[in-house]
């Protein structure tokens, strides 16, 4: 067999134990604070920096076995993908930078947003390869992915008004909630503690040790452990004012839900403990942990998401007994979750290569329990649906690769990472992976397979039970290489041929057959051919199966295929009959009897299916006279050849096929599902023979045969709905027939008034099911009626008129007002009914029936009402976007998408658009300007950094908008001749941080502890400035020294040296003296720093006494000529007790508050960098976001010299065009060229320099900010040892250093 090279991915250590606590949750302020313990042991001895996750946490402090405080720098390259370059506004260069951002914080590749450098004290540990614990304190405020706060804004306690909170994520997002090491490949043990009000309970992942009280009983800890060894992306948190069931039936397992759902809980999990005691005697292998918890919380980020021991599902899978259409649903998604225990918790994939693995297994798990639970009907059909799910997907879209080692595909994103995929790919992911398990189940035998699978369990839980070492772990973790070994150990079979057909290559096999009897030689003779040049077509060489019924049974026959084109020749066992009465063997063994007055009289011929188990990935299509579409339909019994029949049938319009979809229709053997699809064929029939049909419409008689009443079939019998297959069709056929049309494309009358009389004499008074799917299903079938109107509605001077509507429309317009009202006062379960009538509203005014107004849907598409009712009108308004062209309203939908509060929602609305755009890429739209590009850019480039879901959704509309290319409707710009793809490689858009760069950083860092410059020594080029700060008075509750990364990371190119980014700006903290000052508000400090700066060549310094923290460099100014001083330095700084100059007898100065980073904006071009450059200006949002700068006269500092321009010495009189060679920068520019610095910038000194002002600022206005606070808990004093100085985000590199 073929060995696979072993992954390493170079992780210079490894997790043991982690520890995570949170001590305080505010639902108000939707933030925490808390801590994490990372034990780790170094795998090499020489180990100085290690990388770690962590996004949007603001992190306080970093200690090495709670002794060494440790340095530590943050770099996130994904809070803006593309920096700065305004010329390029095509997918293939975003998709670039995607993935080399994603790469950059890749744990995997072990990378992270944060560098923690240890410090010296620690290096004889790490010679002697002994164990660390790191701890981090951190905190999360108002975060914008990984956890979701669900505030009702109503009257009550939290507890009453239902207030909780839980995590989620896209794939591997714990970093977003707590900084780890966010990989699957890195499992360890875990001690959980949450500290909640006491009203509050918190359900995590592991067993519940004990729950402990606060002395003043107002707050409780909730201690879980996790002894088996589990991934951070497996954690999980729920908290809020639970209801708590046992499982009557496994003790083990706990379910949680929202108050007063208690009731409807017990139902929908009462039959859980089967899909257990399923998977556990399938599997021959207990459940791997010790116990289960399943939690129902609002507004889920998807509907199921399964953790290490819980799963955190949607609120609105709950139901009563007496819905039924949800009971499928949601028995299939629970049934999913505990199969994902098995693999996906307890057995993860080793990286994301892997994926496929667990997702395969699992979703092949659940597929049998559904078998077992809903029938072997069923299970084929979802298959078969999945099946063409897929070839549809590959051959629209592009291929898909279910392990993308070293391959791309030619999709508009990667496929190597799970951050930069199509949300829509990962759907179909999914399914092609539980297509490729089964048919390995083929291939290897099912025995066999479940052995492979049992062995997977039994190795892993070996592992799990032994101490730490270096990789004994290993084993919980599967690839595609260690999957191969277990089969041809257990099976002694090599399937690598397999493997790479189906794993490591995208595409279905693309069929066309036809046939032909030969008489004389009582033959068939068949001709299969491939497709090889259709879309998403693979060159399949193997075994292919043909299953012919002839008149004396059915036969299998496998034929090799090798070419493109091949032809064979069937021996048929039979003779043909001429007038001979005898019944037909099926393959099932039963024998019918059959009308051979269809057939071809010489043939023995019934019917042929290529591939009937479904056990290739294939599109066929296949070409049979109709009567054997007839025959197979009728006496076939398998529901996948049923339904290729009844598709083939549609282009076969004729009295035989009318006939055989009606006995289809009415044969209660049939499965249900085969018979609503006949329903929607036979309206499709009937459409097209509507010159020659005869009698009454389509299914109407059949329709009062099953369902009228015995006395008078015009008139519908009660409800009872104890039959689901008459459930299922009751509602179905209405619905196909509205789709009826006369010869003149309009409803038949009859129809009409047939559908107005259900709703009529609907009665459902005694039956113990909810009808409310059949009252929508009823006015999704009137709105199916709906043709475009005569005359269009008239509005007057008096308001909207209804005038010149026809009767039956007026009818059903007041038929649902009327369901509408009674909506709102006796909602129905899930407002089904709110749905269908919004549909039919907008098919209304699609069809001119009703004026196009959108107000409606936007009143149905606020937050606070329910989630099908927001999306139904999501998707109104999106088809009124495309109908009527309205920019405003398009706008209103992106700041929906980009916005609102509801996760589901923004991903569904955002679906929605893609699935009904409103224009496309070769089309004359007004919506299509350049405008809208940039608002779509800026959404997938910076806003949307938070939710790879969404932000990849942004990129597939983008796609079906503007394909691959730059949009038509923007500019071209100037620079676009000169640009090349030697320029591209070297284009200044770093991606992470090269090791050397960090090196130089934390080097200045150390040489700033150790050099305290003061004013006697400053060099001749540094200009000195006073700026003073005003803190605020409201202490700041934190550890130590604090920063927040949340907004300002930026990304670099490995490739492209730091150093040649711009001349840079050295500064050094001479002074920080606090002065009182009085205002209006009362006595306060300000605190006067006084800043040398100074343009150096190496990079941007900051030297500063210690212990200075340092946040940020400042920004780019955003006018040019203006005083640089108030555009560049943004301080804010304090000093404590100890190093603070003070008089004696004088308070010192309060706490201080550190602001939130601004929202990013894109700021116009004269706030950017030259097009040259790739490294973005940052503004700040606003001025109440940072702190104030003096407005007095101050020493304006030199600007950075950005490519394309140069630096401008505010101190000096603007040099002539002759004497630019004299000035600074031209000397900074010599001297850059001398140390081999190849990048070229024009100088053209443009902007006159202010005079230079002598002394210091003698008066400073004050005024007064709104900074904002993070406050999480009021708390009596804060400690803050060191000044802290902060500046604006700057272009990359964007370092946070402490």
């Not at 139902?267 to 129902?296: A, N, W």
Request: aromatic residues 10%.
């Amino acid at each position: 067999m073929k060995k696979e090279p072993k992954i390493d991915n170079h992780r210079p250590y490894k997790i043991s134990h982690q520890t995570l606590c949170i001590t305080a949750i505010n639902f108000e302020k939707q933030s925490l604070i808390g801590y994490v313990e990372l034990s780790l042991y170094p795998q090499k001895p020489d180990l100085r920096r290690i990388k770690i996750n962590s996004k949007q946490c603001r992190i306080y402090r970093v200690c090495i076995n709670d002794t060494w405080e440790a340095a530590f720098l943050y770099n996130d390259p994904t809070l803006e993908i593309c920096q700065g370059d305004a010329k390029q506004r095509n997918l293939d260069f975003f998709q670039n930078c995607h993935l080399s951002a994603m790469t950059a914080v890749e744990a995997d590749n072990a990378n992270g947003e944060v560098t923690i450098r240890l410090p010296q004290e620690a290096f004889p540990l790490m010679a002697d390869m002994r164990a660390i614990r790191i701890s981090i304190e951190f905190s999360l405020d108002s975060p914008k992915g990984g956890v979701h706060f669900v505030v009702p804004n109503i009257e009550g306690s939290l507890a009453e008004r239902g207030a909780h909170m839980f995590s989620y994520g896209h794939e591997n997002s714990s970093r977003l909630w707590f900084p780890c090491v966010d990989t699957f490949s890195e499992p360890c043990s875990w001690k959980l503690e949450f500290t909640v009000d006491r009203e509050m309970t918190a359900v995590s992942c592991g067993d519940l040790i004990e729950v402990i009280y606060t002395p003043d009983m107002k707050k409780k800890t909730f201690h879980y452990y996790l002894s088996t060894p589990t991934a951070a992306p497996n954690i999980a948190l729920a908290v809020g004012p639970f209801e708590i069931l046992v499982d009557p039936n496994m003790h083990e397992v706990t379910h949680f839900c929202l108050p007063h759902l208690s009731s409807v809980l017990k139902h929908t999990t009462s039959y859980l403990h089967e899909s257990f005691e399923f998977y556990e005697e399938l599997l021959s292998s207990r459940y791997p942990y010790s116990c289960y918890k399943q939690v129902f919380v609002d507004e889920s980020y998807v509907d199921a998401s399964s953790y290490a021991t819980m799963t955190i599902f949607s609120v609105d899978l709950l139901h009563s007994s007496r819905i039924i259409d949800q009971t499928f649903i949601t028995r299939r998604l629970m049934a999913t979750a505990v199969a994902e225990q098995f693999f996906g918790a307890f057995i993860a994939m080793q990286s994301w290569n892997d994926a496929w693995l667990p997702k395969g297994m699992a979703n092949y798990l659940s597929s049998l329990f559904i078998k077992k639970t809903f029938g072997n009907n069923d299970h084929r059909m979802t298959i078969y649906k999945h099946l063409q799910d897929v070839c549809e997907y590959e051959g629209k879209v592009g291929g898909l690769v279910l392990d993308p080692v070293g391959k791309e595909t030619n999709q508009h994103f990667s496929i190597k990472s799970p951050h930069t995929v199509s949300p829509k790919y990962l759907e179909v992911f999914v399914k092609k992976a539980l297509l490729v398990i089964r048919m390995l189940e083929f291939r290897l035998g099912s025995e066999l397979l479940l052995q492979v699978l049992n062995k997977l369990q039994a190795l892993a839980f070996t592992a799990s039970q032994q101490k730490f070492f270096a990789n004994t772990w290993s084993n919980m973790l599967v690839s595609t290489s260690s999957f191969l070994k277990i089969i041809y150990t257990v099976t002694g079979k090599d399937i690598q041929p397999f493997i790479d057909l189906w794993v490591y290559q995208s595409g279905c096999a693309h069929f066309f057959g036809n046939f032909v009897f030969n008489r004389k030689r009582n033959v068939v003779e068949l001709e299969i051919k491939q497709d090889l040049n259709a879309k998403g077509a693979l060159k399949y060489v193997g075994p292919l199966t043909v299953t012919i019924q002839e008149l004396d049974g059915s036969f299998n026959h496998t034929f090799k295929i090798e070419e493109n084109k091949t032809k064979f020749e069937i021996t048929c066992h039979s003779k043909s009959r001429r007038n001979k009465k005898k019944k037909i063997p099926l393959i099932t063994g039963e024998e019918v009897d059959m009308d051979l007055s269809a057939m071809d009289a010489d043939s023995p011929v019934l019917w042929l299916r290529v591939d009937a188990d479904l056990q290739l990935l294939r599109h066929v299509i296949w070409e049979q006279p109709d009567y054997m579409w007839q025959y197979q339909l009728k006496f076939e019994r398998d529901v996948s050849a049923q339904l290729q029949s009844i598709w083939a049938l549609e282009h076969y319009p004729t009295p035989q096929t009318r006939l055989a979809l009606t006995d289809t229709i009415e044969n209660e053997h049939c499965f249900y599902k085969v018979r609503m699809d006949a329903c929607s064929c036979l309206a499709k029939v009937a459409n097209s023979m509507v010159a020659g049909w005869t009698g009454p419409p389509a299914m109407m008689i059949m329709f009062k045969k099953m369902f009228g009443s015995h006395s008078c079939q015009a008139i519908i019998r009660q409800n009872n709905f104890s039959n689901f297959q008459h459930y299922f069709l009751l509602k179905t056929i209405p619905m196909a027939m509205a789709n009826l049309r006369t010869v003149h494309c309009i409803c038949p009358p009859e129809v009409m008034r047939f559908l107005l009389e259900l709703f009529k004499y609907n009665d459902n008074s005694k039956n113990k099911y909810s009808d409310n799917y059949y009252r929508a299903a009823l006015i999704d079938a009137m709105s199916a009626t709906i043709t475009p109107a005569v005359t269009p509605v008239v509005i007057s001077e008096l308001g909207k008129s209804t005038d010149s509507l026809t009767a039956d429309t007026k009818q059903f317009l007041e038929e649902i007002t009327r369901c509408l009202n009674l909506e709102k006062l006796l909602p129905c379960y899930r407002h089904t009914v709110t749905v269908s009538c919004i549909r039919a509203i907008r098919s209304l005014q699609k069809f001119g029936h009703l004026p196009n107004d959108p107000e409606l849907f936007k009143s149905y598409a606020a937050y606070g009402v329910f989630r099908d009712v927001r999306l139904a009108a999501f998707n109104a308004i999106v088809d009124f976007i495309k109908v009527d062209r309205n920019s405003e309203t398009l706008k209103w939908l992106l700041n929906m998408i980009e916005t609102d509060p509801d996760i589901l929602v923004r991903h569904g609305a955002l679906q929605l658009l893609i699935e009904n755009p409103p224009f496309r890429k070769s089309d004359n739209n007004p919506l299509n300007t350049d405008s809208l590009v940039e608002r779509l850019w800026k959404m997938m480039n910076s806003s949307l950094s938070h939710d790879s879901r969404l932000r990849c959704g942004i990129a597939d509309l983008y796609y079906v908008l503007y394909g691959r290319t730059r949009p038509t409707c923007l500019a071209i710009p100037e620079s676009v001749l000169v640009l090349n793809l030697k320029e591209k490689t070297t284009m200044l858009n770093p991606t992470i941080v090269p090791e050397k760069t960090e090196d130089e950083l934390f080097d200045e860092m150390s040489q700033a502890e150790e050099t305290t410059p003061t004013k006697g020594t400053q060099s001749e080029d540094i200009e000195m400035i006073d700026v003073d700060v005003t803190p605020e008075k409201k202490p700041f509750f934190v550890r130590g020294e604090s920063h927040d990364h949340r907004e300002t990371g930026t990304k670099r190119k490995a490739s492209s040296p730091l150093t040649d980014l711009r001349p840079n700006l050295e500064s050094s903290v001479l002074n920080v003296k606090p002065e009182p000052v009085q205002s209006d508000e009362g006595s306060g400090f300000k605190l006067k720093i006084k800043i040398g700066m100074k343009s150096t060549e190496a990079g941007t310094t900051f030297l500063a006494t210690t212990p200075t923290t340092i946040i940020s460099p400042p920004p780019v100014p955003t006018t040019p000529g203006g005083s640089f001083a108030s555009e560049f330095m943004k301080f804010v700084g304090m000093k404590s007790d100890s190093e603070s100059p003070s008089t004696s007898g004088q308070p010192p100065p309060p706490p201080l508050l550190l602001p939130h980073p601004p929202e990013r904006k894109r700021e116009s071009s004269v706030s950017r960098l030259s097009e040259d450059s790739s490294s973005p200006s940052h503004a700040p949002q606003s001025l109440s976001d940072v702190p104030s700068t003096p407005s007095g006269p101050s020493k304006p500092l030199p600007p950075i010299a950005t490519p394309g321009s140069h630096a401008l010495d505010l101190t000096t009189k603007p040099p002539t065009e002759g004497e630019g060679s004299s000035s600074k920068h031209h000397k900074a520019k010599k001297k850059k060229n001398k140390h081999k610095h190849k990048h070229k910038h024009k100088h053209k000194h443009k902007h006159d320099r202010p005079d230079k002002k002598e002394g210091k600022d003698k008066e400073k206005s004050e005024k007064p900010e709104k900074e904002r606070h993070m406050d999480l808990y009021s708390s009596g004093t804060s400690n803050f040892n060191s000044p802290a100085i902060q500046a604006e985000a700057p272009s990359s590199p964007d370092f946070e250093v402490i």
